[in-house]
Protein backbone atom coordinates (compact mmCIF):
# COMPACT_ATOMS: atom_id res chain seq x y z
CA UNK A 1 0.00 0.00 0.00
CA UNK A 2 3.28 2.34 -0.56
CA UNK A 3 1.79 5.98 -1.09
CA UNK A 4 -1.13 5.50 -0.38
CA UNK A 5 -1.33 5.72 3.58
CA UNK A 6 0.23 9.24 3.40
CA UNK A 7 -3.20 10.37 4.86
CA UNK A 8 -3.01 7.96 7.69
CA UNK A 9 -0.52 9.62 9.99
CA UNK A 10 -1.51 10.71 13.43
CA UNK A 11 -0.53 13.43 15.43
CA UNK A 12 -0.95 13.17 19.51
CA UNK A 13 -2.99 16.25 20.14
CA UNK A 14 -5.68 16.68 23.16
CA UNK A 15 -8.39 14.83 22.19
CA UNK A 16 -8.24 11.03 22.63
CA UNK A 17 -5.65 9.55 20.41
CA UNK A 18 -8.09 6.57 20.03
CA UNK A 19 -11.17 9.04 18.32
CA UNK A 20 -7.96 10.48 15.95
CA UNK A 21 -6.79 6.74 14.92
CA UNK A 22 -10.98 6.20 13.80
CA UNK A 23 -11.49 9.30 12.23
CA UNK A 24 -8.26 8.89 10.28
CA UNK A 25 -8.48 5.02 9.51
CA UNK A 26 -12.54 5.87 9.02
CA UNK A 27 -11.33 8.62 6.36
CA UNK A 28 -8.77 6.23 4.50
CA UNK A 29 -12.25 3.96 4.21
CA UNK A 30 -14.45 6.20 3.03
CA UNK A 31 -11.54 7.73 0.57
CA UNK A 32 -11.10 4.27 -1.12
CA UNK A 33 -7.34 4.65 0.18
CA UNK A 34 -8.22 0.97 2.03
CA UNK A 35 -10.13 -0.80 -0.50
CA UNK A 36 -13.08 -3.42 0.47
CA UNK A 37 -11.93 -6.50 1.51
CA UNK A 38 -8.15 -5.41 1.99
CA UNK A 39 -7.04 -7.07 5.05
CA UNK A 40 -6.41 -4.99 8.04
CA UNK A 41 -3.04 -6.09 10.25
CA UNK A 42 -2.32 -4.16 13.45
CA UNK A 43 1.33 -4.34 12.29
CA UNK A 44 1.06 -2.62 8.63
CA UNK A 45 -1.20 -0.44 10.39
CA UNK A 46 0.89 1.00 13.40
CA UNK A 47 3.35 1.40 10.63
CA UNK A 48 0.94 3.81 8.82
CA UNK A 49 -0.14 5.97 11.36
CA UNK A 50 2.59 5.79 14.11
CA UNK A 51 0.39 4.82 17.17
CA UNK A 52 0.26 2.15 19.68
CA UNK A 53 -1.67 -1.37 18.57
CA UNK A 54 -3.78 -0.56 21.65
CA UNK A 55 -4.74 2.28 19.99
CA UNK A 56 -5.84 0.75 17.07
CA UNK A 57 -7.24 -2.04 18.67
CA UNK A 58 -9.62 -0.03 20.00
CA UNK A 59 -10.03 2.28 16.76
CA UNK A 60 -10.92 -0.95 14.67
CA UNK A 61 -13.73 -2.31 17.33
CA UNK A 62 -15.36 1.18 16.41
CA UNK A 63 -14.93 0.55 13.00
CA UNK A 64 -16.63 -2.48 13.66
CA UNK A 65 -19.29 -1.22 15.02
CA UNK A 66 -20.02 1.38 12.27
CA UNK A 67 -20.10 -1.64 9.90
CA UNK A 68 -16.77 -0.80 7.94
CA UNK A 69 -14.42 -3.28 9.06
CA UNK A 70 -15.65 -6.95 9.28
CA UNK A 71 -14.18 -10.52 10.46
CA UNK A 72 -13.23 -12.70 7.73
CA UNK A 73 -12.33 -16.05 9.07
CA UNK A 74 -8.72 -16.84 9.64
CA UNK A 75 -7.72 -13.51 7.66
CA UNK A 76 -8.63 -11.59 10.69
CA UNK A 77 -10.10 -7.91 10.49
CA UNK A 78 -11.03 -6.44 6.97
CA UNK A 79 -12.44 -3.52 5.31
CA UNK A 80 -16.10 -4.59 4.76
CA UNK A 81 -17.63 -5.65 2.01
CA UNK A 82 -20.73 -3.88 1.16
CA UNK A 83 -22.81 -6.42 -1.11
CA UNK A 84 -25.80 -6.01 -2.60
CA UNK A 85 -28.23 -7.27 0.17
CA UNK A 86 -26.29 -4.85 2.70
CA UNK A 87 -26.33 -1.96 0.65
CA UNK A 88 -29.86 -2.55 -0.16
CA UNK A 89 -30.78 -2.35 3.42
CA UNK A 90 -28.80 0.33 4.09
CA UNK A 91 -30.67 2.41 1.70
CA UNK A 92 -33.94 1.48 3.06
CA UNK A 93 -33.26 2.46 6.47
CA UNK A 94 -31.77 5.43 5.10
CA UNK A 95 -34.82 6.71 3.24
CA UNK A 96 -37.56 7.36 6.34
CA UNK A 97 -34.53 9.11 8.39
CA UNK A 98 -33.63 11.25 5.64
CA UNK A 99 -37.75 12.22 4.88
CA UNK A 100 -37.77 12.52 8.65
CA UNK A 101 -34.50 15.23 8.58
CA UNK A 102 -36.17 17.26 5.67
CA UNK A 103 -39.75 17.25 7.32
CA UNK A 104 -37.95 18.73 10.59
CA UNK A 105 -35.91 20.97 9.06
CA UNK A 106 -39.22 22.52 7.31
CA UNK A 107 -40.56 22.85 10.56
CA UNK A 108 -37.51 24.07 12.51
CA UNK A 109 -34.57 25.42 10.52
CA UNK A 110 -34.21 29.29 10.64
CA UNK A 111 -33.39 31.26 7.15
CA UNK A 112 -30.08 31.69 7.83
CA UNK A 113 -29.56 27.57 7.99
CA UNK A 114 -31.77 27.18 4.71
CA UNK A 115 -29.13 29.98 3.23
CA UNK A 116 -26.65 27.46 4.21
CA UNK A 117 -28.05 24.52 2.45
CA UNK A 118 -28.30 26.49 -0.89
CA UNK A 119 -24.64 27.28 -0.29
CA UNK A 120 -23.53 24.02 0.34
CA UNK A 121 -24.87 23.15 -3.10
CA UNK A 122 -23.38 25.89 -5.10
CA UNK A 123 -22.25 24.89 -8.34
CA UNK A 124 -18.56 23.66 -7.48
CA UNK A 125 -15.68 25.19 -8.74
CA UNK A 126 -13.96 22.20 -10.16
CA UNK A 127 -15.68 18.73 -10.98
CA UNK A 128 -13.47 16.54 -9.42
CA UNK A 129 -15.60 14.26 -7.62
CA UNK A 130 -13.81 15.17 -3.81
CA UNK A 131 -15.19 18.33 -4.30
CA UNK A 132 -19.07 16.90 -4.52
CA UNK A 133 -18.22 14.70 -1.86
CA UNK A 134 -17.39 17.48 0.56
CA UNK A 135 -20.30 19.31 -0.52
CA UNK A 136 -22.72 16.72 0.05
CA UNK A 137 -21.12 15.92 3.19
CA UNK A 138 -21.55 19.36 4.46
CA UNK A 139 -25.20 19.56 2.82
CA UNK A 140 -25.90 16.55 5.45
CA UNK A 141 -24.01 17.70 8.98
CA UNK A 142 -26.33 21.15 8.15
CA UNK A 143 -29.51 19.46 7.43
CA UNK A 144 -29.27 17.48 10.34
CA UNK A 145 -28.06 20.34 12.58
CA UNK A 146 -31.45 22.60 11.18
CA UNK A 147 -33.80 19.84 11.71
CA UNK A 148 -32.57 20.37 15.41
CA UNK A 149 -33.13 16.35 16.75
CA UNK A 150 -30.24 14.82 18.24
CA UNK A 151 -31.92 11.52 18.60
CA UNK A 152 -32.27 11.75 14.80
CA UNK A 153 -28.58 12.52 14.09
CA UNK A 154 -27.22 9.54 16.32
CA UNK A 155 -29.69 7.28 13.97
CA UNK A 156 -28.07 8.75 10.91
CA UNK A 157 -24.52 9.15 12.15
CA UNK A 158 -24.79 5.24 12.28
CA UNK A 159 -25.19 4.73 8.97
CA UNK A 160 -23.73 7.80 7.37
CA UNK A 161 -19.71 6.44 7.04
CA UNK A 162 -21.37 3.44 4.84
CA UNK A 163 -23.32 5.58 2.96
CA UNK A 164 -20.63 8.08 2.32
CA UNK A 165 -18.02 5.33 1.27
CA UNK A 166 -21.21 3.89 -1.27
CA UNK A 167 -21.54 7.65 -2.67
CA UNK A 168 -17.75 7.44 -3.87
CA UNK A 169 -18.67 4.83 -6.03
CA UNK A 170 -22.55 5.75 -7.45
CA UNK A 171 -21.43 9.67 -8.25
CA UNK A 172 -19.42 7.85 -10.80
CA UNK A 173 -22.16 6.32 -12.32
CA UNK A 174 -23.24 7.71 -15.45
CA UNK A 175 -25.22 10.93 -14.99
CA UNK A 176 -25.47 9.96 -11.16
CA UNK A 177 -23.56 13.38 -10.02
CA UNK A 178 -25.46 15.69 -11.71
CA UNK A 179 -28.61 13.93 -11.18
CA UNK A 180 -27.87 14.26 -7.20
CA UNK A 181 -27.43 18.00 -7.30
CA UNK A 182 -30.54 18.50 -9.00
CA UNK A 183 -32.57 16.42 -6.09
CA UNK A 184 -30.66 18.15 -3.17
CA UNK A 185 -31.50 21.60 -5.00
CA UNK A 186 -35.17 20.62 -4.77
CA UNK A 187 -35.30 19.57 -1.68
CA UNK A 188 -33.94 22.69 -0.40
CA UNK A 189 -36.39 24.79 -2.39
CA UNK A 190 -39.32 22.76 -0.99
CA UNK A 191 -37.94 23.13 2.85
CA UNK A 192 -37.58 27.05 1.51
CA UNK A 193 -40.91 27.25 1.20
CA UNK A 194 -41.69 25.27 4.18
CA UNK A 195 -43.69 22.70 2.20
CA UNK A 196 -42.76 19.17 4.52
CA UNK A 197 -45.09 16.23 2.73
CA UNK A 198 -43.44 18.06 -0.43
CA UNK A 199 -40.05 17.83 0.88
CA UNK A 200 -40.46 14.74 2.11
CA UNK A 201 -41.77 12.99 -0.84
CA UNK A 202 -38.62 14.60 -2.77
CA UNK A 203 -36.57 12.99 0.12
CA UNK A 204 -37.52 9.52 -0.21
CA UNK A 205 -37.34 10.12 -4.33
CA UNK A 206 -33.77 11.08 -3.88
CA UNK A 207 -32.99 8.49 -1.42
CA UNK A 208 -34.47 5.90 -4.17
CA UNK A 209 -32.51 7.34 -7.19
CA UNK A 210 -28.96 6.88 -5.21
CA UNK A 211 -29.97 3.19 -3.69
CA UNK A 212 -30.19 2.47 -7.50
CA UNK A 213 -26.77 4.19 -8.77
CA UNK A 214 -25.17 2.72 -5.56
CA UNK A 215 -26.39 -0.96 -6.74
CA UNK A 216 -25.46 -0.56 -9.67
CA UNK A 217 -21.76 0.53 -9.22
CA UNK A 218 -21.79 -2.63 -6.40
CA UNK A 219 -23.28 -4.50 -9.10
CA UNK A 220 -20.37 -3.43 -11.44
CA UNK A 221 -23.08 -1.83 -14.10
CA UNK A 222 -22.18 1.18 -16.17
Known sequence: MAGDGQGLLVERPDRLLRDRVTDAVREAITRGDLAPGRRLTERELGELTGVSRTSLREALRSLQAEGLVERSGSRGLQVAVLTEAVVSELYDVR???EAAAVELCVRNASDAQIAALRAAMAPPESGELDDQLAATRAFYDLLLEAAGNSILQQMFGSIEARIHAL????????????????ELLKIID???RRDGPAAAEAAQSHVIAAKAAALAAVAGRP
Request: aromatic share 0%; hydrophobic share 35%; no cysteine.
Open 95 to 97: APL
Open 190 to 192: LIE
Open 167 to 182: RRVSLRVGGRSEASRR
